[in-house]
């Protein structure tokens, strides 16, 4: 529990300074107030002689930038203060000082001070534009013009929470086949560079007597022994050569086109996409955000460069006059009976809550998709690694065999 040390003047007038510990400053300062006293001054006591290594390294953590996890416990707290009927400034103050990130909580501050200026919260929040995010920035803007703020703010968190629970879920998935595929490379390798070495002596002056399979095993196992670390260099170089190719205009729109191509995980990313497009547009709709400024957000925020450049020619429709579902039509993107579906919502009038019940079903169908591919992805990789480990062993015996054949 943190440390502060105070300076406080008495109900008898006299000035007292102490130690206390107290969960946060907030809390040190009202137990002052409630015996009595008035608080002059409240500082932490730095504690970095005795902390253990458990703790330095968490504060270590509180010095690094503000995740969407602290955005989102953020937005919670302050939608439950404000539905409570406590005030946007000291709803800000008391997160803040229950704040453990430096950075976020100093970036807390400057919003509580520019509240304090007389300055709209959505203001506030748009001078932190890459930490807030133009969906939250407009969506409070909406609320302040409707005044449903609070319901804004729960509104925000539960988008946020379902934002970062498929964030997991897809990371997830990725994690599983590489986690799999680096197992498979490093029992490869291990085979390659320890085991077949050992048999080099007994299949030496033996050349022409062994199987192809054994002759190009024997020489790949020589040339990784003796070429190691070119090999290292040259899968570093590929990996730091494909992570600055896919980072360039070029590069990134082949990598978000094989995404929407790659067998099995293709099903994956086209629900991801589709659902967080729906979901977003949806909560803009609902959130009385202009069209327009719908559309931009959409596809910044899809996550892909194609659906970007879709919503972007929807964009250009709208603005023209024309209806969502025109340039929908076009599109191979989204499945013909979602486009059916927003041209529905459009005609009749309920656009957001089609665009709520779409993206529901794309989240659901995410989930199974998810499930499915890390079903399919065990066998395949279990028969990947089988082929390669039973290549080499045959490899192994074949000779042995052949040998033990012509000493007869």
């Known amino acids: 529990m943190p440390t502060y040390r105070y300076q406080m003047k008495t109900s008898a007038g006299e000035t007292s300074v102490g130690i206390m510990t107290a969960e946060s400053a907030l809390s040190a300062a009202q137990q002052l107030r409630n015996q009595g006293n008035i608080v002059l001054q409240l ?70 001070q520019d509240v304090e200026s007389g300055k709209q919260f959505s203001e506030a929040l748009a001078k932190h ?20 703020f609070s319901q804004m703010l729960e509104r925000i968190a539960s988008y946020l929470q379902q934002q970062i629970e498929t964030r997991a879920m897809v990371i997830g998935a990725m994690i599983y086949p590489a986690v799999i595929g680096a197992l498979a490379i490093g029992v490869t390798i291990f085979l390659l560079t320890f085991v077949l070495p050992r048999f ?14 054994t002759v190009f095993l024997m020489s ?43 067998p099995i995980f293709s099903r994956m990313f086209r629900a991801l996409y589709i659902s967080r497009s729906l979901h977003t547009m949806g909560e803009l709709v609902n959130a009385g955000v202009p069209m327009l400024d719908t559309l931009a957000i959409t596809g910044e925020i899809s996550g892909n460069r194609h659906f970007k450049r879709l919503w972007k020619s929807v964009y250009t429709c709208v603005k ?7 340039p929908l039509q076009k599109t191979k993107l989204l499945p013909t009976a979602v486009v059916q579906m927003v041209g529905a919502g459009e005609e009749s009038g309920k656009l957001g809550e089609v665009l709520d019940e779409v993206s529901s079903f794309y989240a659901r169908q995410l ?8 079903s399919m992805i065990e ?28 000493v007869k």
């Open 43 to 112: 500082t932490p006591v730095s504690n970095s002689q005795t902390k253990s290594l458990g703790e330095k390294l968490k504060a270590l953590n509180y010095q690094s930038g503000p995740t969407q996890r602290d955005i989102l416990n953020f937005t919670t707290q302050l939608a439950v203060m404000i539905r409570a009927g406590i005030s946007i400034r000291a709803a800000l103050e008391g997160i803040a000082d229950q704040t453990e990130n430096a950075k976020f909580k100093q970036i807390l501050l400057e919003i509580k």
């Open 129 to 148: 534009p890459k930490l807030f995010g133009p969906l939250y920035i407009n969506m409070v803007r909406a609320s302040e013009m409707s005044g449903s």
């Open 200 to 213: 080099a002596g007994v299949f030496e002056g033996k050349e022409a007597a062994m199987p192809w399979p």
């Open 220 to 262: 790949l196992s020589a040339f990784m022994v003796e070429w190691w670390w070119a090999v290292v260099i040259g899968l570093l170089g590929m990996v730091i050569g494909f992570v600055f190719f896919t980072k360039t205009e070029a590069g990134g729109w082949w990598w978000d086109g094989a995404k929407l191509r790659i």
């Open 320 to 326: 023209q006059g024309k209806k969502i579902a025109n």
């Open 367 to 374: 989930r199974e998709v998810i499930k499915t591919v890390t």
């Open 379 to 406: 066998p395949i990789m279990i028969i990947i690694m089988g082929s390669v480990v039973g290549f080499i062993a045959m490899a192994i015996i074949l000779p042995i065999f052949k040998l033990s054949t012509l």
